[in-house]
Nanobody, 127 residues
Framework: VQLMESGGGLVQAGGSLRLSCVAS????????IGWFRQAPGKEREGVSC???????HYDDSVKGRFTISRDNAKNTVYLQMNSLKPEDTAVYFC??????????????????????WGQGTQVTVSS
């Protein structure tokens, strides 16, 4: 399984970025895909996930600002990030596994849920 993130960069506060994650070596439409982030000196935290059926789950810190979506025909998941804040600065990782992503169960945003990880892409938000 290979996951490749792209789309990171430097943006001013209030700006937007769209991250992409392309997966290979998996039956993509059977996998949940997650986005995690890790800031210097902090633990890796779940940002959002999208299940095989397209259901989504978001951490409270990004609700209303970030939108996750998937295009199974392209084996790609996107994370549209709007109204970015300096505290969103981190390395963002794409993850995949055959699990559920369920907001009602608050499941899918734990790093231990996933076996497959990308290398990460840096997002820096300046104030």
């Amino acid at each position: 399984v290979q996951l490749m993130e792209s789309g990171g960069g430097l943006v001013q506060a209030g700006g937007s970025l769209r991250l992409s994650c392309v997966a290979s070596g998996v039956t993509f439409d059977e996998y949940a895909i997650g986005w995690f982030r890790q800031a210097p000196g902090k633990e890796r935290e779940g940002v959002s996930c999208v299940g095989s059926a397209g259901n989504t789950h978001y951490d409270d810190s990004v609700k209303g600002r970030f939108t996750i979506s998937r295009d199974n025909a392209k084996n790609t998941v996107y994370l549209q990030m709007n109204s970015l804040k300096p505290e969103d600065t981190a390395v963002y990782f794409c993850t995949a596994d055959e699990i559920i992503c369920d907001a009602s169960l608050d499941y899918g945003l734990g790093p231990a849920n996933y076996d497959y990880w990308g290398q990460g892409t840096q997002v820096t938000v300046s104030s």
